[in-house]
């Protein structure tokens, strides 16, 4: 099998300019694939919705994880990407479609993921992923 060398996420073309233009460093988003990612490897930015393709990159310094997003303001501020106002947003509408797939009990509540990132940098170009970027994302390997 393959090693693992990094991750990719999608984001919406509207939100990919405030990491490289805007000087975000910190990309946050429910915990989905992240059991295996260790500081040093990749993010690769998958641009969603219109133009789509793999448009950059970026080193990841530090994961946390927490149960609540808006914790990770407390620690990164204004380096988060999204605003606190897009998240709580975001996490009503999850909030909303949360019945939907509960059969019985508990909703099991998804912790979050916060990528603290360095070294960001755009591609000339998009380059066009071999596989579809599921909205979770996937494991890059070499």
Known sequence: MSEIVGVTFPVPK???????????????????????????????????????????EATIKRIVIADDPLAFFATYGDAVFLTRDEVTAYQS????????????????KRPWLALELEDIRRYERPEKPERFVPVGGKYLRN
């Not at 909030?95 to 909703?107: F, M, N, P, S, T």
């Open 93 to 108: 509408e999850q909030e909303k479609w949360q019945g939907l797939r509960v059969r019985k009990g508990e909703a099991k």
């Open 14 to 56: 509207e939100y990919m300019s405030r990491f490289f233009d805007d000087g975000k460093t910190v990309f946050i988003k429910p915990a989905t694939v992240f059991k295996d990612l260790r500081a040093g490897m990749k993010l690769v930015f998958y641009q969603s919705h219109e133009d789509t393709g793999y448009v950059g």
